[in-house]
């Protein structure tokens, strides 16, 4: 089960790291993306070796125990 937990807040964290590098949010007058515009985005690959090791501080238990949380920021 915490295998499965991990997964899914690694998906969450990914797409809300994608989300928050696009351009088109300052485009003035740019209406909604649509769907398939944020379906395009969140399967863009994200490329350099720095994620493993992001997702692995933020996501990964104090001690390798699951309940263990330690608090993570990003600033």
């Known amino acids: 089960m915490e ?4 997964k899914v807040d690694a998906a969450k ?7 928050s590098v696009q351009k088109q ?3 003035p007058d740019r209406p ?3 769907v398939e ?6 399967r863009r690959p994200i490329s350099g070796n720095g994620w ?3 997702e692995n501080f933020i996501l990964t238990p104090k001690d390798e125990l699951a309940g263990n949380w330690t608090p993570r920021k990003i600033l």
């Open 25 to 27: 949010f300052l485009e």
């Open 3 to 6: 295998s499965i937990r991990r």
């Open 52 to 54: 493993k090791v992001l």
């Open 32 to 34: 909604p993306l649509t």
């Open 37 to 42: 515009e944020w379906d395009g985005i969140f």
């Open 13 to 19: 964290l990914r797409r809300l790291l994608q989300a």
